[in-house]
Nanobody, 121 residues
Framework: QVQLVESGGGLVQPGGSLRLSCAAS????????MGWYRQAPGKQRELVAR???????NYADSVKGRFTISRDNAKNTVYLHMNTLKPEDTAVYYC???????????????WGQGTLVTVSS
C-alpha cells in the first residue's frame, strides 16, 4: 500500500502564490512519476504538471510560466509552486504518483485525497 499526504492548499488573492506538497510513504521500491492534477466544479480532472524520474517536467498550457513542479527523491515528496494565481486556478488539486512496490510487480497508480485551492479577492 502507498499513502499520499497533501498539504498547502487554501485561500489566496489573485496574483498570489501557494506551494502544495505531497509526501508518499508505504511500500515503495521506486517512484517513476509524480504529478498534480486538478478538478474544478463541473469540470473533468485535468493534468496540471508531472515529472518523471530522470525526465523533464511537463505542464498544462494554462499554467506554463506560472507553476513549477519539483521533487525531492530522498523524501519521496513532490511540490507544486504556484505563482500569479488566477481565479480560474480554483480547484481541488490531487497528487498522483506512479510507483513500483517491488522490482518485479507492475507499477501502482496512487492518488492523494485532494487539497482545495481557492483564488478569490
Amino acid at each position: 500500500q502507498v499513502q499520499l499526504v497533501e498539504s498547502g492548499g487554501g485561500l489566496v488573492q489573485p496574483g498570489g502564490s501557494l506551494r502544495l506538497s505531497c509526501a508518499a510513504s508505504g511500500s515503495i521500491f521506486s517512484i517513476y512519476a509524480m504529478g498534480w492534477y486538478r478538478q474544478a466544479p463541473g469540470k473533468q480532472r485535468e493534468l496540471v504538471a508531472r515529472i518523471t524520474s530522470g525526465g523533464s517536467p511537463n505542464y498544462a498550457d494554462s499554467v506554463k510560466g506560472r507553476f513549477t513542479i519539483s521533487r525531492d527523491n530522498a523524501k519521496n515528496t513532490v511540490y507544486l509552486h504556484m505563482n500569479t494565481l488566477k481565479p480560474e486556478d480554483t480547484a481541488v488539486y490531487y497528487c498522483n504518483v506512479v510507483v513500483f512496490t517491488t522490482p518485479y510487480d507492475d507499477s501502482l497508480n496512487a492518488w492523494g485525497q485532494g487539497t482545495l485551492v481557492t483564488v478569490s479577492s
